[in-house]
Nanobody, 113 residues
Framework: QVQLVESGGGLVQPGGSLRLSCAAS??????MGWYRQAPGKQRELVAVITSGGSTNYADSVKGRFTISGDNAKNTVYLRMNSLKPEDTAVYLC?????????WGQGTQVTVSS
């Protein structure tokens, strides 16, 4: 049974930084990354990375967020800099492992003064 364990959310002031982590148990991931969902809004992709190191970002976070992966630990990290109030959301880890989709439970990120 694959499990995704997330950590690193919290409350931060505008302009601040946070780092999210997501560790997957079981087989190595094919694609892994983060989505977010704010109240009243649809879930949206934030950033993803493949096991080969290719990345993709939402336009709204390009230049501010960086996703990286550690295949040995089956873990991905999302470094979020220059955070804005509009980044406030529940951030959910997503992984594709052996052609199946898995979701984490989510971690709250709140950007507020």
């Amino acid at each position: 049974q694959v499990q995704l364990v997330e950590s690193g959310g919290g409350l931060v002031q505008p302009g601040g930084s946070l780092r999210l982590s997501c560790a997957a148990s079981g087989n190595i991931f094919t694609v892994m990354g983060w989505y977010r969902q704010a109240p009243g809004k649809q879930r949206e992709l934030v950033a993803v990375i493949t096991s080969g190191g290719s990345t993709n970002y939402a336009d709204s976070v390009k230049g501010r967020f960086t996703i990286s992966g550690d295949n040995a630990k089956n873990t991905v990290y999302l470094r979020m800099n220059s955070l804005k109030p509009e980044d406030t959301a529940v951030y959910l880890c997503h992984a594709v492992i052996v052609a199946r989709d898995y979701w984490g439970q989510g971690t709250q990120v709140t950007v507020s003064s």
